[in-house]
Structures are given as C-alpha cells and as structure tokens.
C-alpha cells in the first residue's frame, strides 16, 4: 500500500465551506467514505475555505473511488442548502503519490499548516477543521482543542444496556436513524466502526483519522513539531503544480478583501491601511488566493508600480 496527497483544485467563484455546518458535514463525509472505502486509511486532513488536503495511505484505485465519492456527497449538500448543482463536478483533484517516508513526513506538517500558510492567523492545533489535534496528546480527547464539557457530548450508542461504552461515547453498533441523521444518507455503517459526535454532531477524528500510523511515522512529539516548524510549503506546492493555475474573478477577491481587512487588521477598507498594513495584505492575497500584481492593483484600486514595490 502507498500514501497519497489528494488536494482539490480551489472553487473560481465561491468557497466551499462557508460556515461551521459545512465544516462540519465535511469532516463526516470524509469519515463516511474512511468507512466506506475500506482500503483506504486517513492519515492526516485539512479542510480550507476553498478547498482541502487530504494525506491518506492505500491503493491508487481506491484512492480515486474515495474523493469522487467525497465530491459527490459534497455536491449534493451543497445542492441542498445553497441550491448550487454539481459543484465539484468540474473540479479536478491531484493525487500525488508519496514516494518516501521523509517526502510523507513534509506532506503530513504542510497539511497541518495550512491554516497558517493561508495566513489565518491561529494556532494549528487549534484549528478546528484538520486533524492536527490528533497526534501526541495535543487534544487527548480527540474535539480539535476544545475541552470536553458533559453537555457538549451525545452519545450515539442504541441503548443496549450491556452496550461497551469508551470515555465518550456510544457502542459498536450505529442505530440506522442516527446514521442517517450524522452523515445524510441511507447508506449502512460498518458495525465494527465506533464514531462519536461531539458538538455540532462532528465525528470524533480519532474515531477515522489511523493517528498511530503517524505518530509511528514520526517516532516522537519533538520529530513532529519539528517538521510542524520547517516551512516547506512553496516545496510541496511546486510539487503538485496546481495552485498557480486557479485563477479567481476580481470581484470574489474583492470581497474577500473586505473581510480580511476586519479580521485582520480591525479596518473596514482597504484604503484604511498603513503601508504596512498594504504589504500584509498584499502578501495574503497573493499567498491565499495567488493574486497576480495587476489583479491586486485592480482590486485595491493602487498603481501597479507600487504594488510591484510591495508585491
């Protein structure tokens, strides 16, 4: 069996996780197809606001049953609340194959600081939406750096009195209307799969996430944060050979601009900003959404020789 780094391509118009909820279904959908697919195994994940890394280790065929599976389901939520048809019909996804233990090692830490090369401004073991929290006991429970409160917590066992209950949660065994209602779909969950929901009715990552195959990879929490620590990414982009190619419309960026300016910088325009301000700002579009010096003179309404300066 190998590793595999599968990314989907960023959407051109439209982000595809918008707010908690499709976060949220995300992470189950990725758990629904770990369960579904059986020879696959998810080793690390990373869901971005316009698109995700997943690092996962089987074989190629199933590989690609896996995120064509994942974009389906996906699609069909989005169908669903936000009346967009297939989606991610038309959105290719790279696997890359991982050739070598140390390649696997750098793959997994850029997965995991995705967050920060977007320049959100968090730490990764914070993040709520990777597995970053699954490994070494950074979140011993396995709820993305939020401690466990007993109302926070619902059990998804039948109510067998004789049910094998863990720390969390449930038994070994999901009721067929609370799968349904977890993971939207009729399809039937494995017995011996054991998922939690935790707040927001989120699959525990513990519960699909093979974490021991990667803290076995890096051998000690020190080898991990290591790797966490190196900045590898433009590395691995130039690898893939694909984020140079999303070109997004003037008009997402713009829009995007106005929300960074208020959680970044506390400012409502752009124009508002300092030259500093200017270069940070310039910096983040180009590393978020790979904005070119013309599109960014265009959407900050600034001359490009200036942009070239701070570009």
């Not at 070598?100 to 997965?111: F, P, R, S």
């Not at 709820?143 to 009195?161: E, M, V």
């Not at 939207?184 to 093979?210: A, C, L, Q, Y």
């Amino acid at each position: 069996m190998n590793y595999y780094h599968i990314c989907t391509n960023a959407l051109r118009s439209s982000l595809l996780f918008r707010d908690s909820e499709d976060y949220i279904t995300g992470i189950n959908y990725l758990a629904l197809c770990a369960f579904i697919y059986r020879n696959i195994e998810i080793c690390a994940y990373c869901m971005m606001s316009n698109h995700l890394h997943i690092v996962v280790k089987g074989d190629a065929e199933t590989a690609k049953k896996f995120i064509t599976g994942f974009k389906r389901r996906y699609s069909l939520w989005m169908t669903r609340k936000y009346n967009e048809y297939k989606t991610l019909k038309n959105v290719p996804a790279i696997i890359k194959v991982i050739d070598n233990k140390e390649y696997l090692k750098q793959v997994i830490a850029y997965v995991l600081r995705n967050p920060i090369a977007a320049g959100i401004n968090v730490n990764p073991f914070e993040y709520k939406w990777s597995s970053a929290g699954a490994y070494f006991g950074h979140d011993e429970d396995g709820l993305g750096g939020k401690s466990i409160r007993s109302g926070d917590i619902k059990s998804i066992c039948s109510g067998d009195i004789n049910c094998r209950a863990k720390n969390i949660c449930g038994c070994d065994s999901l009721r067929l209307n609370e799968s349904r209602r977890l993971f939207k779909t009729k399809t039937r969950i494995p017995e011996s799969i054991n998922p939690v929901t935790i707040s927001g009715h989120m699959v525990d990552m513990k519960s699909f996430v093979n974490y021991i195959e990667v803290e076995g990879l890096f051998r000690t929490s020190k080898s991990f944060m290591y790797f966490m620590s190196k900045d590898l990414d433009s590395e691995i982009e130039s690898q893939l050979s694909m984020h140079k190619k999303i070109v997004f419309q003037d008009s997402f960026v713009a829009k995007a601009v106005v929300g960074i300016c208020e959680e970044r910088f506390n400012v409502s325009r752009a124009n508002d900003l300092n030259v500093a301000g200017r270069c940070k700002l310039i910096s983040t579009l180009k590393r978020r959404f790979n904005s070119s010096p013309k599109q960014i003179a265009r959407v900050l309404n600034l001359d490009l020789d200036i942009v070239m300066q701070l570009y």
